[in-house]
């Protein structure tokens, strides 16, 4: 009786007719490509609140967020706390604040995104006899190039927004344009 042998492995060999490598030479790593389109980078950034910013009842205020802790495309601006994307697609959005009202009792905090403007994914919430509201908002969204999009909010109550890491602001894209 004799033992079968199991199948050897075989080597695959390149065929000496190919001019192209296995892999193309346009593929680069960390960069995201549509066919047809020059390779994209990619677009990530988060910034958080690194001093208290101080807010009066009933008021409208942009959200800072100076403490830039990445940007991987160089699109956002500590100085006024906006995200400028370079290539339109489409963007996940997430911004948070922490607010320490003035005087402990109830009150209701808001925040939405501003996109040139225009109020985008609010998000309202109460808060009972609360010292420390924190509230969020995130969506999904289409972004053009150039779109100048931050964070407002707007308490009953005066107070703070406080720095710590539930004031956040950040963005990645998802896609890109030629979705």
């Not at 065929?15 to 990619?42: F, I």
């Not at 967020?65 to 994307?85: K, V």
């Not at 109460?126 to 407002?152: C, R, Y």
């Amino acid at each position: 009786m004799s033992i079968r042998q199991p199948n050897r492995l075989k080597r695959a060999r390149r065929s000496p007719n190919l001019s192209e490598p296995l892999l193309s030479r346009n593929v680069t790593p960390g960069l995201n490509r549509n066919p047809g389109s020059r390779p994209q980078a990619n677009s990530a950034f988060r910034a958080t609140n690194s001093t208290p910013q101080p807010v009066t009842a009933n008021a409208a205020s942009q959200i800072f967020f100076p403490n830039e802790q990445f940007d991987l495309a160089n699109e956002y601006n500590p100085a006024n706390s906006t995200f400028t994307p370079q290539t339109t697609g489409v963007y996940s959005l997430q911004a948070s604040y922490a607010f320490q009202p003035a005087v402990i009792g109830n009150f209701s905090l808001e925040i939405v995104f501003l996109i040139n403007g225009v109020t985008f994914s609010l998000n309202n919430e109460s808060f009972v006899g609360s010292l420390t509201g924190i509230i969020s908002t995130s969506d999904i969204l289409q972004l053009n190039a150039e779109d100048e999009v931050t964070v407002a909010m707007r308490s009953t109550a005066a107070g703070t927004i406080l720095a710590s890491s539930g004031t956040h602001f950040a963005a990645a894209r998802l896609s890109s344009s030629g979705i």
